[in-house]
T-cell receptor
Framework: DAGVIQSPRHEVTEMGQEVTLRCKPI?????LFWYRQTMMRGLELLIY????????DSGMPEDRFSAKMPNASFSTLKIQPSEPRDSAVYFC????????????FGSGTRLTVV | KQEVTQIPAALSVPEGENLVLNCSFT??????LQWFRQDPGKGLTSLLL???SQREQTSGRLNASLDKSSGRSTLYIAASQPGDSATYLC????WGGGYQKVTFGTGTKLQVIP
């Protein structure tokens, strides 16, 4: 298995633009997580999907953020409009069997909003 | 609410030394505990996963122990090498509201000096 695949690896965009981050979880994993990591706040859970259904989105900072999981093999995190304070590394992780097999993280997307 | 603490926040040791990293959690009703390492600018790499029914797990020079009753886990690194320099995070999985909840510690930044 290729692991959790995220794209793009790096994204630089201007303030106000729409940004879409993509994630392909490990095949067979039924839980998917989006995290944001910054120096100041560490690793923050944004949203958690189970069987493609959003279970916990309490970490989504505001309405500018939205996430979808249209099928078991693909998820997106969208920021519209983007702001400089959204600059961070965004990670996607997946797990199977209710977390019994642990979590596998993607390599992350480094987002810079200028 | 589960709280996960890692002490110390940073550690610097000479090459070859054996060392212990600590992870404490407040709610002992956990499902499993996972140790990760993160290299600068990189994603999280899983090191060891300990299920709640297990006491320890070993992989090469790494040994992780779990004491649920005291809310503690330790990661033991034998004969440390400069390549072990990274940030080490522990993640505790529990259940809340009918679904898995993952709580990360803030990490211990390890530097192994040649």
């Amino acid at each position: 298995d290729a692991g959790v695949i995220q794209s793009p690896r790096h994204e630089v965009t201007e303030m106000g633009q729409e940004v879409t981050l993509r994630c392909k979880p490990i095949s067979g994993h039924n839980s998917l997580f989006w995290y944001r990591q910054t120096m100041m706040r560490g690793l923050e859970l944004l949203i958690y999907f189970n069987n493609n259904v959003p279970i916990d989105d309490s970490g989504m900072p505001e309405d500018r953020f939205s996430a979808k999981m249209p099928n078991a093999s693909f998820s997106t995190l969208k920021i519209q409009p983007s702001e400089p304070r959204d600059s961070a590394v965004y990670f996607c992780a997946s797990s199977g069997e209710g977390g019994a097999v642990g979590y596998t993280f993607g390599s992350g997307t480094r987002l810079t909003v200028v | 609410k589960q709280e996960v603490t890692q002490i110390p926040a940073a550690l610097s040791v000479p090459e070859g030394e054996n060392l212990v990293l600590n992870c404490s959690f407040t709610d002992s009703a956990i499902y499993n505990l996972q140790w990760f390492r993160q290299d600068p600018g990189k994603g999280l790499t899983s090191l060891l996963l300990i299920q709640s029914s297990q006491r320890e797990q070993t992989s090469g020079r790494l040994n992780a122990s779990l004491d649920k009753s005291s809310g503690r886990s330790t990661l033991y690194i034998a004969a440390s090498q400069p390549g072990d320099s990274a940030t080490y995070l522990c993640a505790v999985t529990g259940w809340g509201g009918g679904y898995q909840k993952v709580t990360f510690g803030t990490g211990t930044k390890l530097q192994v000096i040649p």
